[in-house]
Every structure is written in C-alpha cells, then in structure tokens.
C-alpha cells in the first residue's frame, strides 16, 4: 500500500517569513495530492491540491510543486500571517473516482511567530 | 457550497451505550467516507460508501456499523464500544461519479463529531 512521509514533525517561522513542507510517497501510482489544514477542534480544511499531470499549482500565497520522478510534494506558504498557524497534512490516492483511499502524512504543526 | 454537516459535535457514551454518530452533504456527492482521528494523528479510513454501497470497510471493529440510508446522508452506529475507541469522527464525501471530472476525487471533510467512552 502508499506510505507518505511527511517533514518536518514541527515548524516556526517568523511572520512574513515563508514556510515549507515536504512529502514524499511510495506508490507510483497514486496521482492525487491534497493538502489540508487543520485547526484546533477542527476538521481537515482543503486548501491546496494537485494532480500527476501538473509539476505546480499556486493559490495567492500558497503553492504546492509535484516532482513524480522523485515521488516527493511540497507545500510552499508566503508572506506568512498568524492565522496561518495550525497542523497541515499532506495525503495521496490513486484516484479512483469514488473509492479514494487518502494516505495522510503524520502532520505539520506550524507556529507563526508574530 | 463545500459543506459536510456533522452532529453531534461532542458526545459521551458508555461502554454498554447505543449512540449514532450523523453526516449530512447537499452537494451532490455520490461517495461518503468515515474517519477515526487520534489526538497529534493523521486521520485514518474507516469506511467508504459509493452510491449508497459499502465499498471499502477497513477491517473495522463490528461494534462500529455504518448505514447509507440515501445518497446525502451517512450514519455511524455506535454500540459497546471501549474507551480506546474516543477520537474524532470524521465525515468526508467526494463527487464519487464514476466518469472522470477534474474534482471528481476532491474530497471535503466536515468538523467532526467528538466521541469519549467512559
């Protein structure tokens, strides 16, 4: 089955600064990968996603880069705000367009530091 | 509208208690999923539903039992459960349609409804 790894366990940057997480995954045929953030007490938020046939995808300050050679993805956050402060997680599926089974990373917690 | 609606937010039970956790989505998603989420853990696949069929059950415990009564509502049947099983519960659903739509595998998740076994 997929394993996703995910690094680092922990992040704090100073706001403004840029933050970024990586994945990498083990099953080449996995072809979706979404990113979602968490809050405290909260369920998964979606904020960014990408699929196999895109290298990168950017959304006003967040961006996601796709390398499939190297089966690793990254999630680039700019301009940081501390509203951006939560646990991000990474996943991938081979889409199976009804029967996804997502594989979630172990989790990002980011601490932006006013 | 992205929204998946689940309630309870909070529930405690006991360990000889019938309780039933509920999802509800208006999006015209034909795939529903549940998720049993441990505190600093990633969430984890417990149950798929396409098109009101079990799909994929993750060799999940009988004491949880999932029902698709129709295609926008899902439920969790909770009954003799044990304190190891109090976590988040969380409801997903996704487009689910079987042609090939550049979100069809886009999956939304709703907050969660948190469960403690005393």
């Known amino acids: 089955g997929e394993n996703v790894e995910q690094h680092p366990s922990t992040l704090s940057v100073q706001e403004g600064d840029s933050a970024v997480i990586k994945c990498t995954y083990s099953?080449?045929?996995?072809?979706?990968f979404p990113w979602y953030k968490q809050e405290l007490g909260k369920g998964p938020q979606l904020i960014i996603d990408?699929?196999?046939?895109?290298g990168e995808k950017k959304d006003q300050r967040i961006a996601v880069t796709l390398n499939k050679t190297a089966k690793h993805f990254s999630l680039h956050i700019t301009e940081t705000q501390p509203e951006d402060s939560a646990v991000y997680f990474c996943?991938?599926?081979?889409?199976?367009?009804?029967?996804?089974?997502?594989?979630f990373g172990t989790g990002t917690r980011l601490t932006i530091i006013p | 509208d992205t929204e998946v609606t689940q309630t309870p937010k909070h529930l405690v039970m006991g360990m000889t208690n019938k309780k039933s956790l509920k999802c509800e989505q208006h999006?015209?998603?034909?795939?529903m999923y549940w998720y049993k989420q441990k505190a600093k853990k990633p969430p984890e696949l417990m149950f798929v539903?396409?098109?009101?069929?079990?799909?994929i059950n993750e060799s999940v415990p009988s004491r949880f039992s999932p029902e698709c009564p129709n295609s926008s509502l899902l439920n969790l049947h909770l009954h003799a459960l044990q304190p190891e099983d109090s976590a988040l519960y969380l409801c997903?659903?996704?487009?689910?349609?079987?042609?090939?739509?550049?979100?069809?595998?886009?999956?939304?998740f709703g907050e969660g409804s948190w469960l403690t076994v005393v």
């Open positions: 997903a659903s996704s487009q689910g349609v079987l042609r090939r739509t550049p979100s069809g595998n886009t999956i939304y």
């Open positions: 539903y396409s098109y009101e069929k079990l799909s």
């Open positions: 999006m015209g998603h034909r795939a």
């Open positions: 099953d080449s045929a996995s072809n979706y």
């Open positions: 990408i699929r196999s046939n895109v």
């Open positions: 996943a991938a599926t081979a889409a199976n367009f009804g029967n996804e089974k997502l594989t």
